[in-house]
């Protein structure tokens, strides 16, 4: 695509944009057995880049590295508790045996961002190397609510969020829930 073409896409995009909410309710979970409050390193960063952007972060937690808790804190937080509009999930998306962050929330999506994981391996490959083959970062929507699920190292968390999530937030979040304005 030429310059000239991604200028005129750009400007056609952005009446929708000027719509988007200015802050968006981020809830940011982090999957670990070993990691508490004062040592997560990877969620203290993600919800200060958010809360930098100007984002409202809801909540933060740690669960342990199970199918189950992983799950049902998901589903309380979308369906009973804090109502986030988007929800980071930091960990669990390699290839070890511990990594079930994929198999517990991918069947809760109502819609898959495939391009999100694909482009952060895109540029995890061109920061890292071959190490992005282990990445199964993913993105999607669950009812009305996005979420990202993110590696648990921090250079790549933070590429993630100053990249694709933090330019794309409240944009995605006006598609998911048109109703939601400045």
Excluded: W
């Amino acid at each position: 695509m030429s310059d000239e073409s991604q200028e005129k896409n750009l400007a056609a995009t952005e009446p929708s944009r000027a719509a988007a909410p200015d802050r968006v309710r981020c809830f940011v979970l982090t999957v670990s057995d070993t990691s508490t409050p004062a040592t997560d390193a990877v969620g203290t960063r993600v919800a200060e880049l958010l809360e930098k952007s100007g984002h409202i972060v809801i909540c933060r937690e740690i669960v342990s590295d199970t199918t189950t808790a992983i799950e049902s804190t998901t589903r309380a937080s979308v369906y009973h508790r804090d109502e986030p509009e988007a929800i980071i999930v930091i960990g669990g998306v390699g290839i070890g045996q511990q990594d079930i962050t994929p198999e517990a929330l991918l069947p809760l999506l109502t819609k898959e961002i495939p391009a999100f994981g694909d482009t952060l391996r895109q540029l995890t490959f061109a920061q890292s190397g071959a190490s992005a083959l282990q990445s199964r970062a993913f993105a999607g929507v669950l009812g009305r609510t996005l979420l990202f699920a993110l590696p648990d190292e921090i250079a790549t968390a933070q590429m993630a969020l100053e990249k694709l999530i933090l330019p794309e937030l409240a944009n995605l979040i006006r598609e998911v829930r048109p109703e939601r304005k400045k």
